[in-house]
């Protein structure tokens, strides 16, 4: 079993729909919780960062963690053709700073 | 802030030579940057962590007389593909540690190495 598991998509939607992506996780101490968006040939691009359980918003993204289900989630209001990208989860320990454990990521489409 | 560049962002070379990457911290000072190896519609494998002044430290199958990495300031740090064959092949991305404000990693632009 992977330490995060992230359904690989692709996703579809349409032009302003909610968006919903999602990880779970095994390890119980991880703590510090990220999105990346990554487009095609570029470098994964830092979207949220999260400190332990809770809710974060910016701009038309918010990122949730449930500590106690072992899971994670972005959302994106409003999701636009530019939004069309692969999402990673990343997390890692409290523990001085340790390597980031990613998710397989998800690949999203949005159509016009 | 928090800008990380990357040269070259593409290199094509012969079996057998050696390229160099370099990943610039271009806003802050790294302690850690570190080196991602993807693959397509895969996610980041990570080759190696880099501090600053001292020796990289390698996962586990990644050779490191074959992926030779040096940190030799708190803003650069260069992998050498060593000998290249056509199975190093890949997008190698690299990250830096910015242990000011959100203390995660934030990731260059990535190098498309294609070995002939």
């Known amino acids: 079993q992977k330490e995060v598991e992230q359904d690989p998509g692709p996703l579809s939607v349409p032009e302003g729909a909610i968006v919903s992506l999602n990880c779970t996780y095994s390890n119980s101490a991880f703590q510090y919780f990220m999105w990346y968006r990554q487009y095609s040939r570029k470098g994964p691009e830092l979207l949220m960062y999260?400190?332990?359980?809770g809710n974060k918003e910016d701009g038309r993204f918010t990122a949730q963690v449930d500590k106690s289900s072992k899971y994670i989630s972005l959302f994106i209001r409003d999701s636009q053709p530019s939004d069309s990208a692969t999402y990673l989860c990343a997390m890692r320990l409290n523990t001085g700073f340790q390597k980031l454990v990613f998710g397989t990521g998800t690949r999203l489409l949005v159509s016009p | 802030g928090a800008v990380v560049s990357q040269h070259p962002s593409r290199v094509i070379c012969k079996s057998g030579t050696s390229v160099k990457i370099e990943c610039r911290s271009l806003d802050f000072q790294a302690t850690t940057m570190f080196w991602y190896r993807q693959f397509p519609k895969q996610s980041l494998m990570l080759m190696a962590t880099?501090?600053?002044?001292?020796?990289?430290?390698?996962e586990q199958g990644v050779e490191k007389d074959k992926f030779l990495i040096n940190h030799a300031s708190l803003t650069l740090s260069t992998l050498t593909v060593t000998s290249a064959h056509p199975e190093d092949s890949s997008f190698y991305i690299c990250?830096?540690?910015?242990?000011?404000?959100?203390?995660?990693?934030?990731f260059g632009p990535g190098t498309r190495l294609t070995v002939l």
């Open positions: 880099s501090n600053e002044g001292s020796k990289a430290t390698y």
């Open positions: 999260t400190y332990s359980s």
């Open positions: 990250s830096a540690r910015n242990s000011g404000g959100t203390d995660t990693q934030y």
